[in-house]
């Protein structure tokens, strides 16, 4: 019996969530499987990988065939290196203890990138963010500015509306008297 590592589909449309599994070559994409080992979500960034590498390393050392994404997310957690490390002890090559070493410190190496990678990510969306409140601010300011003029031109057009009506107020005041007067000194 073939056995392959490979992704099975899991999620909803649009938002796809893989399960890692070994399964039998002539099965199904998502059918019967004969272990779980491991998720990936790509949704996420940097993309989330969770593996059982010891339960890879038995399943590549029995002979399993990993399809092409899953052999670059097994390279990407560091299972084709155990396997590889793994050989090199059951060879005699290295000791246990080396191959522990050697392992060990390429998971620190890959640990400090991704964590560089995350710091990377999260300092341009924080620029990206002060970059769009930086031009929100000048659209706001732009935005009032245009206003204000409008503003000075209305006030100033009440302002004559009322020295206007004022002026006219005093005219028709002064003129019942000027009237006034007027017939009184043609008497």
């Not at 649009?14 to 994409?29: F, H, L, M, N, T």
């Not at 097994?74 to 396997?83: C, D, P, Q, T, W």
């Not at 060990?104 to 890959?110: G, I, Q, R, V």
């Not at 706001?140 to 509306?161: D, F, G, L, W, Y």
């Amino acid at each position: 019996m073939p056995v392959k590592i490979r992704l099975q589909r899991h999620g909803k449309k649009g938002k796809p969530y893989y399960w890692i599994v070994a399964a039998d070559a002539r099965s199904k994409r998502d059918g019967k499987y004969l272990e779980k080992i491991g998720a990936y979500n790509p949704n996420t960034n940097p993309a989330t990988v969770e593996l059982n590498v010891d339960g890879a390393v038995k399943w590549l050392q029995n002979g399993a065939q990993p399809t092409d994404t899953a052999k670059a997310i097994l390279s990407y957690k560091g299972a084709l290196l155990k396997n590889h490390l793994v050989g090199g002890v059951r060879k005699g090559a290295l000791t246990e203890e080396q191959a522990d070493a050697k392992f060990n410190a390429w998971l620190d190496e890959k640990a400090a990138k991704i964590q560089a990678k995350a710091e990377g990510l999260s300092k341009a969306e924080a620029k990206a963010k002060a970059v769009a409140l930086e031009a929100e601010k000048a659209a706001n300011e732009a935005r009032i500015a245009a206003a204000a003029p409008v503003v000075e031109e209305v006030a100033e057009e009440a302002t004559e509306e009322v020295e206007a009506t004022t002026v006219e107020e005093t005219a028709t005041e002064e003129a019942p008297a000027t009237e006034a007067e007027a017939s009184k000194e043609e008497e």
